[in-house]
């Protein structure tokens, strides 16, 4: 299509304000995005070429800027949607990636409890998770964090998360914190864009681009469960994990919030999570609520379990548990 | 006389209502995610369910005990060890190996038990039944189902290992469960974990602190 075209079209559009002496905001914002559409068009067909990449990167681009929210695609959306993504991710960083859509597996409900006396402070899980979900190494985000506590303290807020030294410490304990994936989540209630939910198996999952990075989320997290970033995160093409999750660790974009998913990308193969494999201790337990003979369940039912911050009502399906 | 009107009824039973319903909580218990796991009907056929998961590695082998949920299996041991079998050079046969002072078990370092009574070789291991490990009540135990040594002393730990709130489970939480053996993680001759650096640090949350 002839580019020109575009501009008359334009032209025309000013003149008839100007005939008209009343253009309306409305009228003049429906001309404006027929041009547009005209122009994008242009584009797809070559124009612009040098500037924006290749025309199938652009026409890629184009349709992932129009694309729905995850939970209004229909299945085949869905599909579409993540062979456009791995595609883009060939032309624009040369990397194989397999992305998957998996949906939430039926009769699951995802749970989690955190031995306190098994930690030891090793921090084997942060290290795994920064690998397992491609997050930032130039900001150094981490999903886990671990806090060195005294004995008698209850609150990780008191404990003490920047230790480096050799570990365990006598009279010490540890307590990791990580996304609890509340039940009665109120940062799913503070979103502005509906970027944030629940899925059917328990996961609070964020679709990274429909977030604008408002952070009302953050704010609203008691835990301190959600990273911001700051930065354009940073991942070494080799240390990438390639089998990636839409609402898992694809790779995210600066400004968006991300979270833990429970490793969406695995558990709902049926693997667990990265730090609950990476763990020497054995101190973290996952598996489905649902299924009374599960170890979750088990770890309920005969250990002595708490919740951070139960009184707050948000429902956390994490438990800490002593021996 | 007056007769009380339907207003004043309505006051006096004000005070019988906050009696009656002061022992329920004001917030609702019934929908809350322990509610829901506790309402969650069984069974959950997870191996149906999960199309993901791949068959039990052949390195397993069946658990003598069940857990809540049925048979769960566990890794092999034997395969592990370098230089099973023991009655290969442990037998009445005289034997000639070379590098006999590095190959004989010099490197075990034993550090099991309290200071005041530590255990021996001989705790776990006798002369007469070099292949296998002998509880205390002289029952042979296989190499791979040192679980069941383990658990003489540590039944405590050896319950929550059989639960699932001791140890960890490989790769999967669905499909058929395998477990980590005791010494998977553990060195059954000195099995406290040992001090060493974290794999990583948290950066300070703020730059002031």
């Not at chain 1, 039940?183 to 964020?206: F, L, R, S």
């Not at chain 1, 997290?221 to 240390?239: S, T």
């Not at chain 2, 149906?48 to 566990?74: C, I, M």
């Not at chain 2, 383990?150 to 039944?155: A, K």
């Amino acid at each position: 299509m002839d580019p020109r075209k575009n501009n008359s079209d334009q032209m025309q559009i000013e003149n008839d304000c100007r005939q008209a002496k009343r253009c309306g905001r409305r009228d003049f914002l429906k001309g404006a995005a027929k041009a547009a559409a005209v122009g994008g068009a242009a584009m797809l067909t070559g124009c612009g070429t040098n500037m924006f990449g290749s025309s199938e990167e652009m026409s890629l681009r184009w349709k992932e800027y129009f694309k729905k929210n995850y939970r209004l695609m229909t299945q085949e959306e869905k599909i579409e949607t993540v062979r456009r993504l791995e595609q883009l991710a060939k032309i624009k960083k040369g990397v194989n990636i397999q992305m998957s859509s998996r949906s939430p597996i039926e009769g699951v409900l995802f749970g989690y409890a955190f031995n306190v006396t098994r930690c030891e402070g090793f921090m084997e899980c942060v290290a795994a998770c920064v690998k397992e979900n491609n997050l930032d190494r130039k900001s150094k985000t981490q999903y886990i964090r671990i806090f060195e506590m005294e004995h008698g303290q209850m609150s990780p807020e008191v404990g003490n998360g920047k230790y480096f030294h050799e570990v365990p410490v006598e009279d010490h304990f540890y307590m990791g914190v990580q996304c609890f994936h509340c039940q009665n989540a109120p940062c799913i209630k503070a979103c502005p864009t509906k970027a944030t939910w629940q899925e059917p198996d328990g996961i609070v999952v964020v679709d990274y681009d429909w977030c604008i990075g408002c952070r009302y989320c953050m704010a609203a997290c008691p835990y301190y469960g959600r990273r911001f970033n700051w930065n354009e995160p940073r991942v070494p093409l080799k240390e990438m994990t390639q089998k990636q999750h839409y609402l898992g660790n694809r790779m995210r974009a600066k400004g968006q919030i991300e979270k833990c998913t429970f490793c969406v990308q695995r558990s709902r193969e049926g693997r667990m999570p990265a730090c609950v494999e990476a763990c020497p201790t054995g101190a973290r337990v996952f598996g489905n609520l649902l299924d009374p003979d599960s170890e979750i369940r088990f770890v309920l039912k005969h250990k002595k379990v708490f919740r951070w911050k139960e009184d707050l009502a948000t429902d956390p399906k994490f438990w800490y548990f002593i021996d | 006389m007056k007769t009380p009107t339907l207003k004043n009824r309505f006051w006096n039973i004000i005070p019988a209502l906050l009696i009656l319903f002061s022992g329920s909580p004001a917030y609702s218990t019934d929908d809350g995610v322990v509610q829901i796991y506790k309402n969650a009907t069984p069974p959950f056929d997870d191996q149906k369910q999960v199309d993901a998961v791949r068959p039990l590695a052949v390195n397993s082998v069946q658990v003598t005990e069940r857990y809540q949920g049925g048979h769960f299996w566990t890794e092999t041991r034997k395969d592990k060890l370098q230089r099973f079998s023991c009655s290969q050079c442990h037998n009445n046969k005289p034997v000639t190996i070379r590098r006999a002072a590095e190959v004989a078990h010099g490197d075990i370092v034993l550090k099991h038990g309290s200071a005041s009574r530590p255990l021996s070789c001989y705790t776990c291991h006798k002369k007469d039944e070099r292949d296998f490990l002998v509880t205390e009540q002289g029952m042979k135990v296989d190499m791979d189902h040192s679980y069941q040594m383990c658990g003489q002393c540590h039944f405590r730990q050896k319950k929550d290992w059989v639960g699932g709130a001791h140890g960890k489970r490989i790769s999967y939480w669905a499909g058929q469960r395998l477990v980590k053996n005791c010494t998977g993680c553990h060195d059954p001759h000195s099995p406290l974990f040992k001090k060493r650096w974290p794999a990583t640090y948290s950066p300070p949350l703020t730059k002031n602190k």
